[in-house]
């Protein structure tokens, strides 16, 4: 049904993200910083005092004040990009941009200064986001900061006639994944110091203590955030709580007094960290790296380090875009399963997919409720005929090229959406005994075969950890287990896949990707059929089964790789030869 000449345009649906963080001053001058100021503390949410009684007491005389010093620190830490939240933001959301692929817009927005949550939802529904996502960027619940974020979006929301479907991230204080990071983000930082700490000191933002009694489980969130990071670090750790203002009793103890007594109990090493904080800023920065640094040392303080935020850390990115990955569930795409599940409906590549054990791979993943995107190097004419056939798009890229394996996952999940299962399935043969073999039918068989594995797995990896969800089945050979006489290239090539596999397998295995590989015996493709007929012969005599494979058979033992529900197999290679080697 077309629609009416008269109609007004729609854009396309789609799902958003908006990542929200505290805010900063546009500028490190005095009336910018006074405008941020004064958009911050008129938040009821951050001063919870009558406004009859704050508001003489913020004009009259906090604003007159305090946005000099303000300005002057603001100054110590500003960089030629701009504000170091500002800049950190804006890499955060590219980077989340990137792993959760095109289909998802992610947008930054500050509760307080620019750019604003008001006109990034305005932004994002204007692009036809039609769900949207609100990402608080505090771990840690608090009415000043989480509670505030939400109340801009709903705020927002309460003024438009027509409104996206709308969810917020819950704090994430003791997920898993946030104490992963932390774990192993502080870990890789206290190994680069060239001291070592005899301390380090966990250092989360202030708030009055009378919110802990009306209720707000800030000061217990941190706690347990602390101690969890304890645990996984496996070390001692220190809480303290900064950015004390006006004359009303805070948290403690307080982060300046526990830095200034340290050297006085014999702690002169130590390294200062603030989990609280998902991006550095003014806090961290100048309040933490300098004031904390300088207090430090004059009380007799020897060694001091400031490590980083999270930021857009690998760690950081990876434990965000699982978070968010995990709250859009049910806002991506479903299909059904054969069996009549609901399942995400994932996107696959197969390379070399058009032809022989590829072609039976992309088929077989296809009748999943896979959307798969088959690879192949050379013949268009039999490519476009397998599309044209089977229903399954092709794309044309060699896999032994670095750069085009990742222009190639580019344009596959700009057209599908994020690469969720990859099959390395291509590969050549070079035969020719070592006395024969020479320079470049080695190097083209490795570059193809073990190097096409590497550059498409790389290609992948990160964007599956990120979101915490990846199947990755590599096609070795029987021949990479037991040797062939004239393959001295294939066999070391498949070899290496064997080994490449389980050393993936551990390092994808704590964010829901698995790694594992299966061994084909003797298949019949055309691959196969170019071996002398006598020669064939004797392989098949030497096969207990008594005949060549299949290549569905194959395609069955990846689409039970990759199932959904095979989260515990990883790092194995499976056989599928009828017995002929038994490895």
């Not at 203002?245 to 002169?268: C, H, M, S």
Request: charged share 20%; glycine share 10%; aromatic share 8%.
């Amino acid at each position: 049904m077309s629609r009416p000449p008269d109609h007004p345009q729609v854009a396309k649906p789609q799902i958003g993200a908006l990542l929200i963080n505290l805010g900063t001053p546009d500028a490190p001058e005095l009336q910018a910083v006074r405008r941020y100021l004064a958009e911050f503390l008129s938040d009821p949410r951050v001063v919870e005092i009558p406004a009859i009684a704050w508001k003489p007491i913020l004009h009259g005389m906090i604003l007159r004040t305090r946005p000099r010093r303000s300005a002057e620190a603001y100054s110590k830490v500003w960089t030629n990009e701009g504000s170091p939240l500002a800049v950190i933001a804006k890499r955060q959301a590219h980077a989340l941009r990137n792993g959760l692929g095109e289909h998802i817009r992610v947008e930054y927005a500050m509760r307080y200064g620019n750019p604003g949550i008001a006109e990034a939802v305005e932004r994002m529904t204007a692009a036809g986001c039609d769900r949207i996502l609100a990402v608080p960027m505090y771990p840690q619940y608090c009415a000043a900061t989480t509670a505030t974020a939400n109340d801009a979006v709903f705020a927002v929301l309460a003024g438009m006639r027509v409104q996206p479907s709308l969810r917020t991230l819950p704090p994430y204080y003791d997920d898993a994944l946030y104490i992963e990071a932390l774990r192993a983000n502080l870990t890789r930082q206290l190994a680069a110091l060239d001291f070592e700490p005899q301390r380090l000191l966990l250092s989360f933002h202030g708030m009055p203590q009378r919110t802990l009694a009306l209720g707000d489980p800030y000061h217990c969130h941190c706690r347990k955030s602390a101690r969890l990071v304890s645990e996984a670090l496996g070390r001692d750790v220190d809480v303290a709580f900064q950015s004390r203002f006006g004359r009303a009793k805070w948290l403690e103890p307080a982060t300046d007094a526990t830095l200034a007594a340290y050297p006085q109990n014999g702690v002169t090493r130590v390294a200062v960290a603030a989990p609280g904080f998902a991006a550095d800023c003014l806090e961290t920065l100048e309040e933490l790296g300098i004031r904390g640094r300088e207090a430090f040392l004059k009380s007799g303080g020897e060694h001091f380090a400031l490590l980083d935020c999270l930021n857009d850390s690998p760690e950081g990115m990876t434990m965000l875009q699982q978070l968010v990955t995990r709250e859009l569930e049910g806002w991506l795409p479903r299909a059904p399963d054969t069996d009549g599940r609901n399942i995400m409906a994932r996107v696959a590549i197969v390379t070399g997919g058009t032809r022989g054990i590829g072609e039976a791979i992309s088929i077989a993943l296809k009748d999943m409720g896979m959307q798969v995107a088959a690879n192949y190097a050379g013949n268009e004419e039999r490519a476009r005929a397998f599309s044209e056939r089977t229903g399954i798009a092709s794309y044309k890229w060699d896999v032994a090229d670095f750069d085009a394996c990742q222009e190639g996952v580019k344009k596959v999940e700009s057209d599908l959406g994020p690469v969720d299962v990859l099959v390395n399935n291509a590969g050549i043969t070079r035969d020719a005994t070592m006395k024969r073999m020479d320079r470049a039918k080695w190097a083209e068989v490795i570059d193809v075969n073990l190097g096409g594995v590497f550059n498409m797995a790389k290609a992948v990896f990160e964007g599956m950890t990120g979101r915490g969800y990846g199947r990755i089945v590599n096609i070795g050979s029987i021949n990479g287990q037991a040797g062939q006489y004239g393959q001295v290239n294939y066999a070391a090539a498949k070899s290496g896949i064997h080994g490449f596999t389980k050393a993936l397998a551990q390092e994808g295995a704590r964010f829901g990707v698995t790694v594992n590989a299966i061994a084909p015996g003797y298949i019949d493709t055309d691959m196969v059929a170019a071996v002398p007929e006598d020669v064939l012969g004797k392989i098949v005599a030497r096969i207990p089964v008594g005949r060549l494979g299949k290549a569905e058979e194959i395609a069955r033992g990846v689409a039970f790789l990759v199932d959904e529900d095979g989260g515990f197999i990883t790092g194995s290679t499976m056989s599928i030869n009828g017995g002929q080697h038994m490895y």
